[in-house]
């Protein structure tokens, strides 16, 4: 069985600038798969080249195993798409939209419709242009599940999503992988490709430069610790300990960079009076340091 | 009126048709009931001046204003009424891709399973659907108001002028669909169309009293719409086919450039 995306030498040029290039994934059916970087790494002209919208410069891509130019009808009957920063018709209202929406498709169940749009807590009788980011926002993410697609493919879903509707989200792309259907996410918050997904792929400048599964990517993200500390503590305290990539100490206050187990650390700090601790969760920017050191990002 | 794009995009423009609808039907109407008052002073006709009158690029290289022919086709045929076509297929048309690209609705569209071909054909078909609405009650307005007015004139020819308006407007919005959907740039497509119906207008309005521009007038679309008078001699076969097939070629331009290019973010 054709694996649900796969990409061979993708590559989209602009002029002589490469939006992407030799990007080769691979995702299995049943996969939720992130692909994370920071904005304008190519994750968008990844997602639109699937789709069909932008044609590759060379390599292809297939979906089920289709080309995503000869296959694109059959493609998108089984694709449900979320676009970043998404625009719809402001002059409908959410059910009209989403009626339209359905008629195109064909074979939409209509009371799931209704059953998404309940648990979003989605009121689609108001016209869609006196919405909120967050309530346009829903309407997109109803109108990408709502014919239960083979593939979901979400470009920065959950922005604008109040919390308590994000974890209604989460569920909602918990439900279609144990479905065993596929959801690609691209996104730059961490705790969401966390919380999602089982593989991510790290996208920068255009290409695609690790894919790994979420628990080891974990593993070796940098945490930053701060001790804020009764009386300063000696200079070398943490400097030695395993998994310890940096210490910035400014008076009684010390930052630490750690790798992996914090456990030396936390112990060692114990040893002090302490008067609080923060912990920083892990920034996508940490993981492409704690990766790549400080080798510089390339420019053309 | 969801089931498909054609319908959703007539429906879209449920409220400016209505008011398209009452401004034609206004003008055109109330128009011709100034027939009479002008009719009666046949010194009017003393406006047009000589052949070479300026006049005559306003009002069509005609004889007489005060007849019923020479009356609808300075005041409504030789400028008003494809004007109104063109600007009503013009604004609908650069809407249809280059406007729903630049608002960033063409994503959502374009993934669900229609082709893009498609989106172009069933644009241009809303266009032609309300246009020929348009037309019809623009005729039915002078049709009424020639019957108030009891003006002797045959409402079949009448008819055909509206339909050949209506081509010149079709064949307007077809060219504003294909720069549309070529280039994906609104304002660049209803610029290029408007400053080239303004061009077909004067070379044709203009070509009988400059003579260089003789020769060219016969390549103008607003020649092949009212050169061969279709309010005096019915529609003329080839004219109407050739404004039929310039729209038809842009149609195909439109869908197949589309296809081939990238949309824009």
Known sequence: MAAAIETDRLRKSYGSVSAISDIDLEIQRGEVFGYLGP??????????????????????ALVFGLDSREGSRDIKRRVGYLPSDIALYDRMKGEELLRHSAHLRGGVDWPFVLELAERLDMDLSRQIRTLSRGNTQKIGLIQAFMHRPDLIIMDEPSSGLDPLLQQEFYEMVDEVKA?????????????????????????????????????????????????????PPPADVFTELPGVRGVQVEGSAVLVSVMGSLDAVVKAAARFEVTSVESHEPSLEDIFLSYYGNEQPHVE | MLSNVLLKTVRDQRRSFMWWSVGIVLVNFITVLFYPSLSAATEFNEILGDDNSLMRAFVGDI???????????????????????????????????????????????????VPRWRVVAEKFAAMFATLFAL????????AAGALVVDMEISYARMLAVTVSAALLGLAFGSLGLALGSATGNRG????????????????????????????????????????????SNGLDPVHAATLAALSAVLLATAALTFERRDIAV
Request: net charge negative; glycine share 6%.
């Open chain 1, 39 to 60: 904005n304008g790494a190519g994750k968008t002209t990844t997602i639109r080249t699937l789709l069909d919208f932008i044609r590759p410069t060379s390599g292809k």
């Open chain 1, 179 to 231: 479905e065993g259907r596929t959801v690609f996410i691209s996104s730059h918050i961490l705790p969401e490709v966390e919380r999602l997904c089982d593989r991510v792929g790290i996208i920068r400048e255009g290409r695609l430069v690790k894919v790994e599964n979420v628990e080891s990517l974990k593993e070796r993200a940098l945490h930053e610790i701060e001790f804020h500390f009764a009386h």
């Open chain 2, 63 to 113: 004889a007489d204003l005060t007849s019923p022919e020479g009356f609808l086709n300075s005041q409504l045929f030789f400028l008003l009424v494809p004007l109104l076509f063109i600007v009503f297929t013009a604004a609908q048309s650069t809407s249809a891709i280059a406007g729903e690209e630049e608002k960033g609705t063409l994503d959502i569209l374009l993934s669900h399973p």
């Open chain 2, 135 to 142: 037309a019809l009650l623009a005729w039915l307005a002078i």
């Open chain 2, 188 to 231: 660049l497509s209803i610029g290029v169309t408007g400053a080239l119906a303004v061009t077909a207008y004067l070379l044709n309005a203009l070509a009988p009293l400059v003579e260089t521009l003789e020769p060219l007038q016969r390549v103008s679309p607003f020649y092949l719409y009212i050169g061969a008078d279709p309010l």
